[in-house]
């Protein structure tokens, strides 16, 4: 068993790229492989900003031999036949007769040996290569091929064997001007790679990848994006603690960050207290988008005017940091600046700018979604219960930050400097508080609003675009979803459900049935992530259109507890079974069994017990759906098990005398009638 090594080295790759790259490459080496019937113990890729690297072991050296037979004509088979079987096999394939019960027949035996694993790579590797699926790719010089960006070397190396390939018409740069293309050559596969271009001298060979790793390490590059991660993490938390501060937790940054340093160097910056008059957000933002810096704060949970910033290159630490500290100061002057421009002016003096900002062609302006929100957000207060002149103030002003200076440099502010604004020219907080909050949720883990003047304008933002882009007919198709309507019916959800709003989504918020069966398929997703099964929602859905999202749900947990119950299981068996006898016996007799049950006509004890719990069933469980308890309804339509256990046991449902029959069909029906008030049991798997 043997080692396969292969890096392709380049300019930086985007850090966004990267971790795709790496699943690509393990994907698609492992379907290379897999198609060459070649098996192997393990795959592991690597990202830094200059290169991707895989690491496979235990590839056997050559394909497995290839030993098979194959059955031909008979013998006494016309000589077109034979000739064609024999043109249709290998030089090599050894032919013999064989007898069977039918006769003889020709039989061809092939033995072939596997292709060596080398050859099998050097004949894929140029292909492999070029067509390597990046989502952005360029061209460069005058050559022709594309990549992520100017490729400029390769590394293939197998059981210590250098691969052979050959790229044409790569950019190549000159030693002395390393920026500046200077000529066309191709690049050859070899065993050489390069390691920071800063703090390493010449490329170097190497001889397998525990070599390769190590020798990197020496040039100054972290082969591995988790350790480059934890270094900087580690690094920047000792920092932080020295200071008294703690780092602002922020994955997707860290992520970023190592993706962008081959040799990561954190250090702490600091930038003027005076800025800190700025909202912290804007702070935040400036530091984490723009400049990739991580921010801090106190033992008080304020933002401190120090900040990490991770460099690329050991050297003069003092001229690094005043260099990245300069940086930021000249950008928090832009934010103190945006800041300072658009409190001089209220919010409501933004307003006319959102006429002439198109939200989609079909649906106006913003000015137009403003008008549409206002309403619905007062129509929805008066549901909840809440001040109707707060929610449509506060829908009034929410989307007036869009046209602030503020967000206009950081649109992934937008909200949080309205609420800012808006506090400031004597707004009530609850106005306040809905601006920022009126995009939320915007995901499975942001908080949720549930303060009712917020509850009232995040509700009425997500219900206007869902009920808009539904009525241009511009729904979500498969993975494609370009106006996010799937995130705004989870927000929905989320807002009434997590609040335990008692809204009917028809009913009183007027959504249409295909609107309705959006919102069941994205409450399955939802609930199914909860542990919800997927055919219950179905089922209680599928009850007289049932459209309270916080008693459907109560009716879903009380339903699954149930069906996971021997009682459940059981009565769900036997209503199964009731509803396929009379379903056959209404196919077979053209008529309908759902007539009232004539108790005069029941002879049998087990028909008049379930006759009698059938009716008891009925009461309970209405009295108890209108009670909202759900967990005694559940109780009352476990009693039906028993008797429908003894009536199926003993009972002949096909009599002979066909009144008995017909009212024992009748019967079965009211099984259905009784189970159905809960849910459509129909729709329950098992």
């Known amino acids: ?108 035996k092939i033995e072939a040996e596997g292709q060596k694993t080398v050859e099998l790579i050097e004949a894929k590797l140029q292909e492999f ?50 920026l500046v293309p200077t000529d066309i050559k191709n690049i050859r596969s070899s065993n050489k790679t390069q390691g920071h271009r800063f703090l390493a001298g010449d490329s170097f060979e190497v001889t397998d990848f525990a070599d390769y790793q190590a020798k990197l390490r020496v040039a ?25 501060l703690t780092l602002v937790d922020d994955p997707a ?108 062609d079909k649906l106006g302006t913003v000015a137009d979604k403003v008008a549409r929100v206002e309403k619905l957000a007062g129509e929805i207060a008066a549901l909840i219960g809440c001040d109707q002149k707060q929610a449509k103030r506060a829908a009034e002003l929410a989307k007036a930050d869009l046209v602030s200076g503020m967000v206009g440099e950081f649109p992934d502010l937008q909200g949080v400097m309205g609420s800012y604004y808006a506090a400031q020219q004597g707004e009530a907080a609850e106005v306040a508080q809905a601006i920022r909050e009126h995009y939320s949720p915007k995901g499975p883990n942001d908080a949720c609003p549930s303060e009712p003047v917020s509850i009232a304008l995040a509700l009425a933002e997500k219900i206007d ?92 947990s009380a339903l699954q507890s149930f069906v996971e119950t021997d009682d459940g299981e059981n009565l769900l068996a036997a209503y199964k079974r009731a509803g396929n006898i009379v379903r056959i016996e209404e196919k077979k007799d053209k008529t309908s069994y759902a007539s009232e049950v004539k108790e005069s006509q029941l002879s049998e004890r087990q028909e008049k017990d379930l006759f009698a719990a059938l009716a008891k069933v009925n009461v309970e469980v209405e009295a108890k759906l209108a009670e909202e308890n759900y967990q005694e309804v559940m109780v009352a339509i476990a009693s039906l098990r028993a008797p429908l256990d003894d009536f199926f046991e003993d009972v002949i449902v096909n009599s002979e005398d066909k009144a008995t029959r017909v009212n024992r069909l009748n019967l079965l029906s009211r099984i259905k009638l009784e189970c159905d008030l809960v849910a459509d049991f129909s729709k329950i798997e098992g």
């Open 129 to 178: 290569i070029l067509n390597f699926p990046w989502s952005k790719s360029m061209r460069w010089g005058s050559g022709q091929n594309k990549w992520v960006r100017p490729l400029h070397s390769i590394i293939c190396l197998f059981d210590g064997i250098k691969i052979n390939t050959t790229l044409f018409n790569i950019w190549r740069h000159s030693t002395d001007t390393p």
């Open 220 to 244: 100054k590059v972290v082969l591995d994006p988790a350790e480059r991660r934890e270094m900087i993490k580690e690094k920047a938390e000792k920092l932080a603690a020295d200071k008294g």
């Open 465 to 556: 675009v869902l009920t808009g882009f539904f009525a241009i007919d511009e729904k979500p198709t498969g993975s494609k979803d370009p106006f996010a309507l799937r995130r705004a019916a989870l927000g929905v959800i989320r807002l009434i459900t997590e609040n335990g709003l008692r809204l009917g989504l028809q009913k009183d918020l007027g959504f249409s049935d295909d609107l309705m069966a959006f919102f069941a398929d994205r409450l399955k997703v939802q609930q199914k992530e909860k542990g919800m099964r997927h055919d219950i929602i179905d089922a209680v859905f599928a009850r007289s259109g049932e459209d309270d999202l916080v008693r459907l749900l109560s009716q879903v």
């Open 253 to 360: 940054l860290l992520a970023e960050v190592a993706g962008l340093v081959e040799w990561p160097v954190p250090m702490m910056g600091q930038f003027d207290k005076a800025f800190l008059e700025v909202p912290s957000e804007a702070l935040v933002s400036e530091m984490k988008h723009h400049q990739k810096y991580f921010a801090m704060r106190d033992a008080k949970g304020n933002l401190s005017p120090h900040f990490i910033f991770v460099a690329n290159i050991e050297g003069d630490a003092e001229l690094i940091r005043s260099g990245n500290e300069r940086v930021l100061g000249a950008r928090l002057s832009d934010a103190k600046f945006f800041w300072d421009q658009d409190r001089a002016k209220k919010l409501d003096e933004f307003l006319p700018a959102l006429k002439d900002i198109v939200f989609h």
């Open 1 to 108: 068993m043997a080692e396969l090594l292969l890096e392709l080295f380049s300019e930086e790759i985007p850090a966004r790229m990267q971790s795709r790259a790496e699943a690509d490459l393990s994907r698609l080496l492992t379907a290379m492989f897999k198609d060459a019937n070649l098996s192997f113990d393990s795959i592991k890729t690597y990202s830094t900003p200059r290169r991707i690297t895989a690491v496979v072991d235990g590839l056997p050296l050559s394909q497995p031999d290839i030993c098979e037979e194959k059955r031909g004509p008979s013998i006494n088979a016309p000589e077109q036949a034979i000739a064609g079987f024999k043109r249709s096999l290998p030089e090599h394939a050894l032919i013999e007769h064989v007898e069977e019960k039918k006769g003889t027949f020709l039989f061809a």
